[in-house]
């Protein structure tokens, strides 16, 4: 960047269903995004028109453009390691959609290096810039000590069928480049909000069960943190429709209790369309109190971090280690179908 107020210039890689959300955030934020690439050309132009870019079908018309300086890799779950590394290795600061790769070794790997080119580097956890869920975070203090804690998920869906979004016959249905179902796609958001609210877990416990395809579908797991506190996570599909308090397909709900007092969020769905809310009932207070009123998007405010993080020159969202943490717990809670808890947990970093 040229001065204190100059934006990065700006790359997006792979425009399918997340890059709309992103697009559209980049739009609210007023971030400009240059160039748009996807080996579908169709998607390319389509994109391109929508953001006033330039549109190319090989990611090295981007990593190769030297006004790009940052990318935002929106690519299939098992394409985006190689597209990190490219773009790290041409010095670009990088936006990774979740999850990070679908091993934890690629993501230590790619964490690593990351570390070593100095290049910012954000995961798309974009829950930690949703109001609700944010809120939460910012009133932990008030209800401390912690005590219990919960981050359920149930969406309407196949139980014998699904084991994750998209139609079938899609990557996002093949373990193989997902790297898993419904708790890789959608789990791995609840991993991540999990360590932003309470730090790593020490201990897992639970099970998953695994559909047809051998994508799982639906788990029990109770973490065990320093100090003691407990955190249940908890996700199921249901044939069942009209859920939450939206009465859509979508519900989520984080509950967190303390001495002190008692946080919860819900959202009502993963795009944030419906508004997600927060209450807060302290133990000083005079009842149940919503946290908020209003609504902002939380794919234009993880990315307007993103760009003020490159202005820094440090990520101020979900870092590419927390990407790597979530994929590590990952691997550790596929194995959990064949043995019975605890499993330690061993960081590498
Ligand atoms: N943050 C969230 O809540 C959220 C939600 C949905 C998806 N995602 C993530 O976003 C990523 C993309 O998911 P999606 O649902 O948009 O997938 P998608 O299949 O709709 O889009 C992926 C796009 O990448 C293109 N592509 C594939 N390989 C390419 C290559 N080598 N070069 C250029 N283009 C290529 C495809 O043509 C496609 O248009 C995944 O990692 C997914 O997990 C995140």
Same mark, same amino acid.
């Given at each position: 960047?040229?001065?204190a107020d100059a934006q990065p210039g700006i790359g997006l890689i792979g425009c399918g269903v997340i890059s709309e959300c992103l697009l559209g955030g980049a739009s609210l934020a007023g971030i400009r995004v240059s160039a748009v690439c996807d080996s579908d050309r169709e998607r390319a132009g389509r994109a391109a028109a929508a953001c006033g870019a330039r549109a190319v079908s090989e990611a090295g018309g981007i990593f190769g453009d030297s006004a790009i300086e940052a990318v935002i890799i929106a690519l299939p779950n098992d394409a985006h390691y190689s597209a990190a590394m490219e773009a790290l290795a041409a010095g670009k600061h990088v936006f990774c959609e979740k999850p990070l790769t679908t091993s934890a070794a690629d993501s230590l790997a790619l964490a690593r290096k990351a570390r070593e080119t100095g290049r910012v580097f954000q995961m798309g956890y974009m829950k930690r810039f949703n109001p609700a869920f944010a809120a939460v975070k910012a009133r932990l203090e008030q209800i401390a000590p912690l005590t219990t804690a919960s981050l359920r998920l149930t969406v309407s869906g196949d139980p014998k069928l699904e084991g994750g979004p998209g139609t079938p016959g899609s990557w996002h249905s093949d /373990?193989?480049?997902?790297?898993?179902g419904f708790l890789v796609h959608s789990g791995s958001h609840l991993l991540d909000l999990m360590m932003?609210?309470?730090g790593r877990p020490e201990a897992v416990w639970g099970s998953l069960k695994r559909d047809v395809n051998g994508n799982e579908y639906s788990n029990s797991f109770l973490f065990r943190f320093e100090g003691g506190l407990q955190v249940a996570l908890q996700m199921a599909q249901t044939r069942a429709q009209g859920l939450g308090y939206a009465g859509s397909v979508w519900e989520e709900i984080v509950e967190v209790n303390g001495v002190n007092g008692r946080l919860t969020a819900r959202g009502a769905d993963w795009m944030g369309? /419906?508004?997600?809310?927060a209450s807060a009932h302290l133990a000083d207070g005079d009842g149940p109190k919503d946290l908020f009123t209003y609504w902002e998007s939380q794919w234009a405010e993880e990315l307007k971090a993103f760009v003020e993080g490159v202005r820094q020159g440090r990520c101020l969202g979900s870092t590419v280690e927390d990407g790597y943490r979530v994929d590590y717990i990952l691997d550790q809670l596929k194995r959990l179908e064949a043995e019975a808890g605890?499993?330690?947990l061993e960081y590498a970093l």
């Open positions: 960047m040229t001065s /373990i193989q480049r997902s790297g898993g932003f609210y309470f369309k /419906i508004p997600a809310r605890p499993v330690r």
